[in-house]
């Protein structure tokens, strides 16, 4: 066995600025953390070529003091750990004290620094090397300038890439800084161009639009929740800016910057059903809560955490995401509710015959006595045949299941309050549209047949609750061997979703009830595609093909009573405004934006 040595400062420290400094990135997220915990309101940073010849970092903090300033400079030091019990309630970014002497043991430093009552003092550094100090004339606040770094460390200098890579790396850490810390003035400069700018007003909305420009800054929904002692706040994206990656999701717990895969996980499971599939969703998620509830003390870099009560934390983001989503649908609901522009309420029921009779109609609950009218007032021209529902001994059949129906005279209508909105008509016979006060609505109408009919299956598959339809004439419906052979495993999950099959023999199987809503066309493609999936979350995506299938298709001509009854339906049942495909139900274009398409405002 070799001797064993003990290692110089020298080699120690460059090794610890291995685990600290990566890349000038690592350089930029240490000295502006310092800027923080130092109380500054305003930070300018500037590097060239990639931060890799120069870096500078000035804010206008508390500054360090004379005697200190060389001390800042040494291993393990640092002015916010004190004592053992202060490691488990860490509130500053900094507390290691590695930065400052990893980034000096491998580059040239210059600091200046000023506290309120002293002068200034300048300190340079090589390569770990104090080369001079004297007094200064500065403003108050600290001067950091890092140039030729990893100049005594070529093992390290040839794993860095090229400039413009090096500095997308910190252009990413600043935006993330200047997200986690609204009420601080960043202004950074990249080879003596002005990138990036915020004002510090700390309202989080102006900090993503600095970061991302106005439409993400449009496109996003608050969260607030709190509970326990944890707070959620921040923004979520709507559908639209969801991204193909993961780069535009953001954690801040306690103003830090972090990574967080459990986080990550419920926060991309809050947006199921309600964004394409492989596609992330863009957030800015900030977790405040006791410090003695988080360790961030678990990597070097400090970008990994975990809670005492991480289902607690979890449940909470969840919720509050779920929440947000919600209130995007509810806002269009609301507009259209309570929006006031005088329209008359559309008279979908035809004009009596004088010589009208009456006729009673029994339903379960009650006998409702209803106007008989001739033939010939109420025949529609090329409308959809209406086929009333069967009658079911399943209480849950009962309930309403989102069936359009065409007027007719074995149909009650109840007098509902007239909704404030116009029906234009159909685009293609598959987008409706709605006109408002100064907007436009465009419904898809399958997407929002199909989100009601799956929400609708959803809870009373919870509530253990079935909706189906027995068939006048069964359906055959002949597998494959493997289908065949796959079947017994899947009877229990047909079964749950309304089902009723028999051997029919010959790898055949006749099916006798089916869920309500679903077509004849459409049962053979339902029953295969449940037999074949081989997601372990059968029923969810099985009620999601089911509520595809059943609901009404695009290409589908609707009469406007059809398409007032889809209307109230998606404004009075909620949900959220996507499909559980996660496409769009219905957009809105106003009247400004309309003005400004044809130039008559600029």
């Given amino acids: 066995m070799k001797k064993i040595n003990v290692l110089t400062t020298e080699i120690s420290n460059k090794i610890a600025a291995g685990e600290v400094v990566e890349r000038p990135a690592s350089v930029i997220k240490e000295l502006v953390e310092n800027s923080i915990d130092a109380g500054a309101d305003k930070i300018i940073i500037e590097i060239k070529q990639g931060g890799i010849s120069y870096i500078r970092v000035t804010d206008n903090g508390c500054g360090i003091s004379p005697e200190d300033i060389k001390t800042a400079f040494l291993p393990h030091a640092t002015s916010k750990i004190v004592e053992e019990d202060d490691l488990f309630s860490i509130s500053t970014l900094g507390f290691r004290g590695e930065a400052l002497a990893s980034i000096a043991a491998v580059s040239n430093v210059e600091i200046m620094s000023k506290t309120d009552d002293e002068e200034g003092t300048i300190l340079e550094i090589n390569g770990g090397k104090f080369i001079r100090e004297e007094v200064a004339g500065c403003p108050k606040g600290t001067t950091m300038v890092v140039k030729n770094l990893f100049f005594n460390t070529p093992a390290r200098m040839k794993f860095l ?10 252009t990413d850490i600043v935006q993330r800084l200047v997200m986690a810390n609204p009420s601080i003035s960043f202004r950074y400069i990249i080879d003596e161009k002005e990138k990036l700018f915020t004002s510090g007003d700390g309202q989080l909305k102006s900090c993503i639009y600095a970061v991302y420009g106005r439409d993400y800054a449009n496109g996003v929904i608050e969260l607030n929740n709190t509970d326990q002692n944890i707070k959620i706040s921040g923004f979520t994206g709507k559908r639209e800016t969801s991204r193909g990656n993961r780069a535009f999701q953001n954690l801040f717990v306690n103003g830090r910057y972090v990574k967080n895969r459990a986080i990550t996980a419920v926060a991309e499971n809050a947006y199921k059903n309600n964004i394409m599939v492989g596609k992330f969703p863009f957030y800015v998620i900030c977790i405040d809560l006791p410090y003695n509830m988080v360790d961030i003390n678990v990597h070097p870099t400090k970008q990994e955490v975990k809670f005492v009560n991480e289902r607690e934390v979890c449940d909470q983001v969840y919720w509050a995401i779920k929440s947000a989503l919600s209130k995007e649908a509810d806002e269009i609901r609301d ?40 033939q010939t007032v109420i025949k529609p021209t090329n409308k959809p045949t209406f086929v009333e529902r069967p009658v079911n001994q399943n209480p849950a059949f009962t309930e309403n299941m989102f069936v359009l129906k065409e007027p007719s005279k ?27 006060e100064n907007q436009v609505l465009l419904m898809d ?26 068939l006048l004439s069964p359906v055959a419906i002949t597998l494959s061997a493997n289908e065949y052979a796959l079947l017994d495993e899947k009877r ?12 029919f023999g010959s790898n055949t199987i006749l099916v006798r009830q089916v869920p309500v809503n679903l077509g004849d066309e459409d049962i053979k493609t339902v029953i295969l595609e449940i037999i074949n ?69 600029q």
């Fill in 161 to 170: 890439k090229k400039d413009y890579t090096e500095a997308g790396y910190i």
């Fill in 335 to 374: 507009t259209i509710k309570n929006t006031t522009i005088g329209f008359e309420k559309p008279n979908f029921e035809p004009k009596p015959n004088p010589e009208q009779t009456f006729i009673h109609i029994q339903s379960p609950n009650k006998t409702v006595e209803r106007p008989q009218f001739a």
């Fill in 410 to 436: 074995e149909i009650e209508f109840e007098d509902k309050k007239p909704l404030n909105y116009k029906i234009i008509g159909q685009l293609f016979d598959t987008y409706v549209i709605l006109e408002l």
């Fill in 445 to 470: 109408q399958h997407a929002a047949h199909e989100r009601m009919i799956y929400e609708k299956l959803i809870k009373m598959n919870d509530e253990k609750q079935k909706a189906y339809q027995m």
């Fill in 492 to 503: 229990g999950v047909l079964d749950s979703c309304g089902f009723v099959v028999e051997d």
């Fill in 533 to 601: 999936n081989s997601s372990t979350s059968y029923m969810e995506e099985n009620i999601h093909t089911i509520a595809c299938k059943a609901a009404i298709k695009a290409n589908k001509k609707l009469s406007d009573k059809e398409i007032d009854q889809l209307v109230r339906l998606f404004v009075e049942e909620g949900g959220v405004n996507t499909c559980p495909h996660g496409r769009p139900i219905m957009v809105k274009i106003t009247r400004y934006e309309l003005e400004k398409m044809f130039k008559r405002i």
